[in-house]
């Protein structure tokens, strides 16, 4: 066999496993190009943790609660945003104030300086004085405040023991109190605590339940359960086990509760 013969018999077998190799490839499913139009990656392509991936149909069907997470940071995001605008404007209010009584005081003391009343002079020198202290005053309040917390928070923080113990309930409280303030800006810090305690006791019932005096006998606690799973579906709706981890993690950061998440994983499912 000549050498041109072999060069051309190798190029026909690298032509043949080339073929063989674009053939294997799968060609992807509707929902599968569906998924990668939506930010989806195949097995092949993904970079993260093996557990957490989840397959086409799993990510289409959760991708409006990634969308609802995705809403619910930036919310935050802008609530934050407005707060720290919210208290720049107050603190350039202050010293705009502060700073035109200073420049009326001294217009006032070239005038007495003019005409030569020493009283008025010794009384404008006082309430520049006055001025200036209560300015500085008030700086090293607000210092103070930024750098320990407020009384009523304390003694509100010694009552809601939940606040310190469970970081799941304090990012939740922290975000309802933030949220509430700025679009009540009005309202008393005092208010705003009753406020989100109520509003994290309505979100979490569970975590403030006395298990011994909600106890019930075992016929009544079967009854009961079983009446309850019959109304709302919720208690007895079956989950995939990435559903489960995916609905115990928005529990646990505080994004939605079970009974939201199984709400909106129904309503996805078209149920």
Same mark, same amino acid.
């Given at each position: ?9 190798? %190029? ?9 190799? *674009? ?21 092949? =392509? ?23 997470? @995705? ?15 919210? *208290? ?15 420049? &009326? ?28 202290? #209560? ?6 309040? *607000? %210092? %103070?405040?930024? #750098?320990? $917390?407020? $009384?009523?928070?304390? &003694? ?33 810090? =005092? =208010? ?18 006395? $298990?011994?005096?909600?106890? $019930? ?18 208690? @007895?709706?079956?989950?995939? @086990? ?5 609905? *115990? ?23």
């Amino acid at each position: 066999m000549s050498e041109e013969q072999v060069v051309t018999n190798e %190029q026909q077998v690298e032509t043949s496993e080339g073929n063989t190799e *674009q053939q294997a490839a799968p060609e992807l499913s509707q929902v599968e190009q569906k998924a990668l139009e939506m930010g989806w990656r195949p097995k092949s =392509d993904f970079e993260g943790d093996e557990d957490d991936f989840i397959d086409a149909t799993e990510f289409v069907r959760r991708k409006p609660l990634f969308e609802k997470i @995705d809403h619910v940071g930036k919310e935050l995001r802008e609530t934050r945003k407005a707060l720290k605008a919210l *208290q720049e404007h107050h603190t350039r209010v202050k010293e705009a104030e502060y700073q035109n009584a200073l420049k &009326q005081l001294r217009a006032e003391k070239k005038t007495a300086l003019e005409e030569g009343d020493a009283d008025r002079l010794i009384e404008i020198d006082e309430q520049m004085a006055e001025a200036k202290a #209560a300015e500085a005053s008030q700086r090293t309040q *607000q %210092q %103070q405040q930024a #750098a320990q $917390p407020h $009384p009523n928070f304390v &003694q509100w923080v010694g009552k809601n023991q939940w606040y310190q113990s469970d970081a799941e309930l304090r990012s939740v409280a922290d975000q309802i109190g933030t949220a509430y303030a700025v679009k009540n800006p009005d309202t008393s810090p =005092d =208010d705003v605590l009753k406020y989100v305690e109520q509003r994290v006791r309505k979100l979490y019932p569970e975590n403030f339940r006395n $298990p011994n005096k909600e106890r $019930p006998s075992a016929v009544e606690g079967r009854t009961q359960n079983q009446g309850s799973e019959r109304k709302d579906g919720i208690s @007895d709706y079956p989950l995939t @086990d990435e559903e489960r981890k995916v609905m *115990q993690t928005f529990v646990r950061q505080g994004i939605m509760t079970k009974e939201q998440y199984i709400k909106d994983l129904k309503s996805v499912k078209g149920e």
